[in-house]
């Protein structure tokens, strides 16, 4: 039998509801931070701080997926299809196009039309991807050592041909808000300095012993914003894309006349397995800087962690940090996979668990 006093407490029962009204608001989220929510419509994008936020001042996390095959094809391979199917059926809201700077001139074999046909790929890609109300990242990750049509392929750092096809995407795209752009996939095998400033690189390629004048991160950077280009700026890391550790020993880099820089990295399972270990290389600059996650996946490997354990577990630590994201790749052979056909058949392995990320995200309006 319940029991109801004759006398309620009014002033005690309001003070109980605002506490537990306070407790629920502390469990979602810091109070002094911004919501973090999924962008509904196309706005220019700007970074305050550690976050990317809307004309508005809205804070956002974008998290979608890579479309590659433009980096190894002049034509690429269901880019339209895969739009579609990503933006409207997976929910995303940010498309990763990596591109060949070679194609984009019509330096490649197969191109006899200055690039012409690739560039018109390249934006219909982009045009269809904003106007279905997601985001272009257009990624630099097949450059040429320098020497245009040959060496096709990811290299150490952009060379001069990198500066030269940014300077001219700038021009087309300059300040397009649905376009950001992701200078160079993934650095390695050189110091901090280089990376930052530029520098003498030497590479074995074919085995041919080549060296190129490298155009370091932050004189792309310049060069874009020479031509009047403010759009959002995508950094990645050195080991790869992976390590951002730099960055916070005195490696950070400067953009007073643009939107702002976004830091990437790249994280793959034998890049490591725990949330101290993606801290270190990744998650702690996202105290001080926007972290974009531009690859990440996993796949079936005895010499790499389960993947079904790996993939909950990344996605989780994405989610704790507040990292945007797009997972890799949105193409059956094009490893790690996130579909196993042109019918989109999600991977029981890792596109399974991105997809429903994806999806759980769009039902609460926040990101991971």
């Known amino acids: 039998m319940k029991y109801f006093p004759r006398k309620l407490n009014f002033k005690a029962i309001y003070l109980l509801l605002i506490a537990i009204l306070i407790s629920l608001i502390g469990c979602r ?31 956002v996390r974008l998290a979608g997926v890579n479309i590659p095959s433009l980096e190894w094809s002049n034509q690429g391979e269901h880019i339209s299809q895969s739009i579609q199917v990503a933006v409207k059926e997976w929910n995303a809201d940010v498309i990763r ?9 019509g330096k490649a074999d197969g191109q006899s039309d200055s ?32 020497i245009w049509g040959s060496y096709l392929g990811q290299h150490k750092m952009p060379d001069q041909n990198s500066l030269i096809f940014w300077k001219d995407f700038a021009k087309k795209y300059s300040n397009n808000p649905g376009v950001l752009f992701d200078l160079y996939n993934e650095p390695h095998d050189v110091d901090w300095n280089i990376w930052k400033s530029g520098g003498e690189v030497s590479e074995i390629i074919n085995g041919n012993n080549i060296s190129y004048n490298s155009i370091g991160l932050q004189n792309l950077i310049d060069s874009i914003r020479s031509e ?70 996993c796949q079936p490997d005895p010499y790499q962690a389960d ?26 052979s094009a490893y790690p996979c996130l579909i196993s056909d042109w019918n989109y058949t999600p991977t029981s392995y890792w596109g399974i668990f991105v997809k429903n990320a994806l999806s759980n995200s769009k039902k609460d309006n926040i990101l991971f």
């Open 97 to 105: 196009f990596p591109v060949c700077q070679d194609r984009w001139f």
């Open 115 to 146: 690039g012409k046909s690739y560039k018109t790929i390249v934006e219909m890609a982009i045009n269809q991807t904003i106007n279905l109300g997601a985001y272009a990242v257009i990624d630099l990750h097949w450059s040429d050592a320098g």
């Open 307 to 332: 993947p079904n354990i790996w993939a909950q577990e990344i996605i989780q630590y994405i989610n704790s940090r507040n990292l945007s994201w797009t997972a890799w790749s949105f193409h059956p």
């Open 228 to 297: 009047g280009a403010r759009n959002l700026v995508i950094i990645n890391g050195l080991d790869w894309g992976y390590d951002l550790s730099g960055v916070l020993k005195g490696y950070e880099l400067s953009d007073p006349n643009g939107n702002g820089i976004i830091y990437g990295s790249h994280i793959y399972p034998w890049k490591g397995s725990d949330f101290i270990t993606w801290d270190l290389h990744a998650g702690l600059i996202s105290n001080y800087h926007p972290v974009y996650i531009g690859e990440v996946g």
């Open 29 to 59: 989220e810091n109070p002094t931070e911004p919501v973090i929510s999924s962008p509904s419509i196309i706005s220019e994008l700007h970074v305050e701080g550690k976050f990317i936020k809307t004309l508005n001042g809205t804070a």
